[in-house]
């Protein structure tokens, strides 16, 4: 492990202005989103999409890594280029999903355990010789009736803890994604408090795991009300919750949280992680973003998976880009939309 260029990394990831873009989809959900455009998911077509967002004029200001998916790790633009040598060159960090999925947890039904720590180590290695600089794993913690349980928390966080001491192992920058999903009625307490539970059980388990905190990345989600509840709280009520419930949790340590998008609105993701940069500039941790939705469904929309629109494509996402890098600073406003 070197500590050093793990710290470095951890900190040129939420650099001042810039955040992460989630490209990691694994096939079967980047099909879901093409099949939206009308698009046959094709390993070329994967490619054509994510050349067109890896390429994007004027992103290198914005965008400081970008989460690859196995297959994306090792493909190449039509130039020959590699996708990793693209990004490196852009002077953007390539990172990379590890984790094999949210299984069904046998002892708690309706609940999840996220799988994939079986030859991590190898994985890591080979991954770190592609350019891998940065990995991902993502619990996933559901709210329901009961739920979530204790068990299914703590066996995530154990996993997710794992996961962080074999990364660092490897020189490898792990960010840690308990998310607590948005589906339901649940009002915006009950976010508050299942985000509570998980963050106590990960960081626990991080300590155990003997994880250096300066090395690596936390990417939660926002504390909000499910999708379906009546009482949606305002952009301060999220700012106000999401900052209080990590100021309690979160030890200072950690260089930075990389807030993941969930469901919201591309325009909302923006506007929260705004409202707490500007509310809030003096918190031990830079607060960032590591969007994969909220950064790309303008761009796909755009795009239509037509060559001739590829400009129209990339200028969309560089727009998205541009106004979550002013949210870093906490200078976005809804005007700049259509600018
Ligand atoms: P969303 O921003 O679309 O939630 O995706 C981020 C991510 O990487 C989820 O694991």
Known sequence: ????????????????????LAADESNATIEKRLSKIGVTSTEAA????????????????????????????????????SFVDLLKKRG??????????AKDLASC??????????????????????????AKWRAVININDGTPSETCLIANAEALARYAALAQEQSIVPIVEPEVIMDGAHGIER?????????????????????????????PNMILAGTEAANQPEIATV???????????????????????????????????????????????QLSFSYGRALQAPALKAWGGKPECVKSGAAAFAHRARLNSAARYGKYSPAMESQ
């Open 1 to 20: 492990m070197s500590t050093q260029e793990l710290i470095a990394t951890a900190h040129s990831l939420v650099a001042p202005g810039k955040g992460i």
């Open 46 to 81: 994967r490619r054509d999409y994510r050349e067109m967002l890896f390429s994007a004029p004027g992103i290198s200001e914005a965008i400081s890594g970008v989460i690859l998916y196995d297959e994306t790790i090792r493909q190449k633009a039509a130039d020959g280029t």
């Open 92 to 101: 953007i960090v390539p990172g990379i999903k590890v984790d094999t999925g």
């Open 109 to 134: 039904p309706g609940e999840k355990v996220t799988e994939g720590l079986d030859g991590l180590r190898d994985r890591f290695k080979e991954y770190y010789k592609l350019g891998a600089r940065f």
């Open 191 to 219: 976010c508050e408090d299942a985000t509570v539970r998980a963050l106590v059980h990960v960081f626990s388990k991080l300590r155990e795991h003997k994880v250096m905190l300066e090395g690596l990345l936390l990417k």
């Open 239 to 285: 700012a106000d919750r999401t900052v209080r419930t990590f100021l309690r949790y979160v030890p200072a340590a950690v260089p930075g949280i990389v807030f993941l998008s969930g469901g919201q609105s591309d325009e909302l993701a923006t506007a929260h992680l705004n409202e707490m940069n500007a509310k809030y500039p003096n918190v031990p941790w």
